[in-house]
């Protein structure tokens, strides 16, 4: 039997839909398995690659200092890394704080924003530093591969895992393809 595919998954600034339509594959899971094995991932629950993995699939952009630091480390075991949804290529929804003082987000949810109880602004140490803008992954690390939609459907997560896992250069149809 070939080598099955070693996979690994990750949320950074994301809202785990990406991964919620990737369970939408529904029971063709069962035929990935067979071709495929999971290493990290929430999935999982493996809190670190412990291999290095054909296929990395990252949801979410970066917004925090841990974010960079998990796609950091997350590219150095991944031969091919997608961009899953638009969080993880443009950015997406949570880029809508970058025109916004960064300051100024945190007194609006922490102090001054309608319903605040006990206000103030979290500065414990365990907590990662966000940074200034959000940003797409690319900024941060090389990518291989984009799957748009916010989220992609399962039905365009499948082919593009049934191409690889195939040993095929990915090529979707045009019909799978959406921005929203
Ligand atoms: S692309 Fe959409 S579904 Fe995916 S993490 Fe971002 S907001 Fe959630």
Redesign the pocket.
């Known amino acids: 039997m070939a080598e099955k595919l070693t996979i690994a998954t990750t ?1 950074l ?9 990737f369970l939408d594959i529904d029971e063709r899971i069962l035929a990935l398995a067979e071709v495929a094995r999971f290493d990290r991932s929430p999935l999982t629950d493996i809190k670190h690659c412990r291999d290095r993995v054909d296929l990395g699939l990252v ?3 970066v917004c925090n200092a841990e974010n960079v630091h998990t796609l950091r480390e997350f590219r150095r075991h991944c031969r091919i890394l997608v961009a ?6 443009n950015g ?3 880029t809508l704080r970058n025109p916004i003082a960064l300051e100024e987000c945190l007194q609006e949810a922490y102090r001054d924003g309608i319903g605040v109880e006990n206000p103030q602004i979290p500065d414990d140490v365990e907590l990662p530093l966000l940074l200034d803008k959000v940003h797409p992954i690319h900024e941060v690390v090389r990518v291989d591969y984009s799957l748009p ?4 459907s399962a039905d365009v997560i499948w082919a593009f895992l049934s191409d690889l896992a195939a040993g095929r250069e990915p090529s979707l149809p045009r019909e799978l393809i959406h921005y929203d």
């Open positions: 949320s600034a994301g809202c785990f839909g990406c991964h919620m339509s949801e979410g952009g899953v949804g638009a969080c993880a290529i997406g929804l949570p939609g916010c989220p992609p």
